[in-house]
């Protein structure tokens, strides 16, 4: 008869390897959640974007409808920067053109940067919004394929390979399938330097709004993608989406 032990201890070591964080409003969050949209509700605004704020940046969750919530309050409040970026982070659930044309109403732009969305961004959005999913479904068929190993009465098992393969795709899907750090423009007016330093060579004078993706961090910049070619912004400048 087979250890079931073994069995159970595989079962719990490859679910291990899933980040049971990814889920979104879940436990106090949702409570958190629910009082918020009770005071929006009831018009106290400020009470409401306060818990918005703690849900967003202490734990490090949020909704669709809360960014919008967030972005017509903050609008309210003439905070216009934090309006368009929380309408930046509500774009990349919805990519919809009415959107960045109000953020372009917010931040006074005829034309905004970075908020292209090629087939490939498309696809790891779908990847992303059911990464959980994936890594437990891929977990599940490793821990089928182990027992499979476990049971099998020769010395090298047919299913070794999908073992192996199985254990990768778990490893890949929870530890390399984070997507690249965006960053909205929120100071104005902002430079875009070529290199690291205020001595540098102006690449751009810009205003808020447009969005980059950060590569790197060095010191107080970042090193972003502008156009074709490398530049550098003050991280002062912007804030992480």
Known sequence: MPNLKWIFIVFLSAFSLINPQEADCQGQSISLLQEADSLFSQKQYKEALQIYEQILYEEETYSPAMLLKMSFITEGMGDFGKASLFLSKYYDYNPNPSIIDKIKSLTDQNRLEG????DQDRFLSVILDYKMELTA???LLLV????????SSTRQSPFLV??????LLVF????FTDPPEKAIITGSPVLIMDS?????????????GHRVTIHS?????YRIRWGN???YIKKSDVSKI
Do not use: C, H, Q, T
């Open 172 to 175: 890949v899907g929870n530890n």
């Open 137 to 139: 479904f891929f977990a």
């Open 115 to 118: 908020y292209e969305i090629s």
């Open 217 to 221: 961090s060095e010191d107080m910049w």
């Open 229 to 231: 070619r490398d530049a």
């Open 144 to 151: 089928v394929s182990l027992i499979m190993v476990y049971l």
């Open 162 to 167: 999908p073992a192996f393969i199985f254990l």
């Open 196 to 208: 690291p330093s205020a001595a540098g060579n102006l690449v751009k004078r810009v205003e808020m």
